[in-house]
C-alpha cells in the first residue's frame, strides 16, 4: 500500500537515529611532546589529574610512536598509516598530496566517525597546523578541513559524508609562538575565519570557513608585558599570569564549551571530540605556581649526559639545549659551541670506534651546566603540571554533563622527549625517549564487557592501533585503507595476562613496535641532525638515509638504510623504500628488565651490544624480522 510508505520510513528513521544515539562518545586527548616524565610512570612531573585517570583506565607501559616529530607523527595515528606509505616524515608535505597518489582516498579517524553520523569537533592542536595539515600559512590554518573544496581551506561548506575532510565544524585552532602570544586564524584576523566579527573571545565560527581559534584578551597580554616576557622568545618562562592566558588554559575553556553544547541536545547525537594541548612543547611557558610545585635541588640529573661510546653517530640529534634566548636555544652547530662563557654546549665525541660515512671525527653538543639542566627538566615538569590542570577541569566537565559512563577516553602525547639523557633534548632519534609516549584508554561502562581498571599493562603497542581500536569499540566500519594497527581490545578486557600481575593471557597477533626517523650522512660532521621539516624528496642527494627500528619485548633493534624518497605522489610504490642492501649502521639494545617506567629510557639504552659475537644470530632474526615488517607495510594500496 502506497499510502503505508511514510510510516515505514519514519519507523526505519527512528531505528536509524536509535542506533546512532546508543554509539558512545569519544574525547580524543593527544598533548604534544608529552613523555611518560610523570609520577604515574615513576618520574617527577606532579600531574594527579592523569594519576586518577590511570586509575580508572588501562595505561601502557610500552606505547611507540611511528616517528618522533609532530606532524608525521599525528598523520600516522590520524590515518591508521604508517609513515612510508603516507609520505610524510618531516613537518611537511600535506599527505592529501602524498600517499603514493591515493591522499584524497584516505579516511582519517574524526572523518571516519564523521562518516558515521557523529557530530566530529577539535579544539587546540590535533593535525600539525599550517600547510603541513593544508593550511594557508606555513604554521596556520588546515587541520584537513575540506581537501577537496579549496587549496586554500578556506570551505564554502562542511564536507559531505563522501568527500574527504575531517570535522563537522570548522576547527578551532589554538597554538602558541615561542613569546606568549597566541596563535590561530582569528587571532590572526583572517576574514576567512572571522566574517567581519573581530577579535572575540565567544565568536562562532560558521561555514564558509578557514577554522576558528583562540583569541587573547588585553588583560592578559598586559599581564605578560608586566611579566617581561611579551616577545621574548626563550626556552622557558615562569609569570604570575591566570591559567586562561596560556594556550592550554583557552584551549580547556573551548572544550568545556563544546562539551556543554553537546549536552544541550540531549546526547541524542554521538560526537567525537578531540582536544590537543600544545604544551609541554617549547617554550616551557606557565603560570609561577607550576614552578612553585618543584624545588631546583630536588630536579635529578641525567644518569648519562654525555653520548654512548658504542652508538653511531647517526643516531643522535645534535641538538643542544640551553636556558637562553631562542637564538641560542636553536643556534645548534659551530656558532653555538665556540663561546662557552656565553653558553653551557661543549663538544662531546660520538663513538670513535664505529665510524659513519667514513669519518671517525664526530660529536654532539651537550649542556654541561648542572644548574641550566635541572632548570630545564623542572620548567618541563612545570608545564606537564599546568596541562595537567587544564586537563583534570576537563574531565570534571565531562562528568558533569551525565555523559561520562558513555564516552570512550583516549589520552597520548604525540610522541616522546628527551631531557639531557645522553646530551640530547627534544625529539628526533629512534632512542627510547623520544619514541615511547604515555597512552591511556578508559572504557565506559556502556560498551558491554569486562573492562580493565587501574592496570598497568606492559605488552608493546603502538599509536595506530588507537584507530582499530575505536573502530572497534565503537562498533564502526573499518574503510578501505591499509591500516597499521590492530585493535587494543583484548588488553583493554580485564584479566589480559598483559598488566603487571601474571594473568590469562589472550594471544595478539603484533607483539612489536615499528619507529623510524630520516637523517642525513653529512649532519654527523656539521653537528645538526634535526631533520624535522621540509619534504625529504625535495632534499639534496646527500639527505639519503632512513633508520628502522624495531621493538619487542626484550629488545630494540635499529637498523639505518640508504633510502629512495620518490617524488612524494609516486602512485606505484617503487618509490619511498629503503634500499636494503645499504645498511649503513645497525644498534641493539637489551631490554630484559625493562618495566617500562620512565628511567628505563635511560637505563637500558646506553650499550650498543649489535657487535656481541654472542647476539649475531639474535641480530640476524631481528633484522630478517624488520625487514619482513618493512616490506608488509609498503603493499600496494
Known sequence: ??????????????????????KPNVLFVVVDDLAPAFESYGYPAIAPNLKKLAETSVQFQRAYVSIAVCAPSRTAFLTGLRPDVTQVWTIGPYFRNATRGNGLKVVTLPQLFRQHGYNVTGAGKIFHPGTASGGISSTEGGGDMCPTQSTTQDCSRAPLPTEPGSWSEPYWFCDQYGNDTVQSPAMQQWECSQ??????????????????????NATCVACFVKCRTWGIVSSWEACNCPDECYPEGVIADQTIKILKDKTANGGHTPWFHAVGFKRPHL??????????????????????????????SISYAHSCLIDGVWEDMWGIGAGLYRDNNKNRCQLRVVNRTSPFNGTFESYIEVNTDDKAVRDLRLAYYAVISLVDAQFGRVMESLAETGLEDNTIVTFIGDHGYQNGEKGEWCKSTLFELATRIPMYVRVPQSISGNWAR???????????????????????????????????????????????????????????ALCQWPRRPSCVKNHSCEDGHGNPYEFQPDQAVMGYKIRVDDWAYIAWFGFDWGDGADPTGRASIPIWHQVLARELYDHRGDDGSMMSGETFEWDNVVADAANSALVQELHSQLVDIIRASLVPW
Open 454 to 512: 587501574g592496570v598497568k599493562a606492559t605488552a608493546i603497542v603502538e599509536s595506530v592501533d588507537l584507530y582499530a581500536t575505536l573502530i572497534d569499540l565503537a562498533g564502526l566500519t573499518a574503510p578501505d585503507q591499509p591500516l597499521a594497527g590492530e585493535s587494543l581490545r583484548p588488553l583493554l578486557l580485564a584479566g589480559s595476562g598483559y598488566g603487571l600481575e601474571p594473568k590469562q593471557v589472550v594471544s595478539r597477533n603484533k607483539t612489536w
Open 283 to 312: 617554550s616551557y611557558r606557565a603560570p609561577q605556581k607550576y614552578f612553585d610545585k618543584y624545588s631546583v635541588a630536588d630536579i635529578p640529573l641525567p644518569v648519562h649526559r654525555d653520548p654512548s661510546p658504542t652508538a653511531p
Open 1 to 22: 500500500h502506497i499510502d503505508e510508505i511514510p510510516n515505514i520510513m519514519l519507523v526505519l528513521a527512528s531505528v536509524v537515529a536509535a542506533v546512532v544515539a546508543a
Open 195 to 216: 566574517h567581519g566579527q573581530g577579535i572575540n573571545p565567544d565568536a562562532v565560527f560558521t561555514w564558509p570557513s578557514c577554522g576558528g581559534g583562540c583569541t587573547q
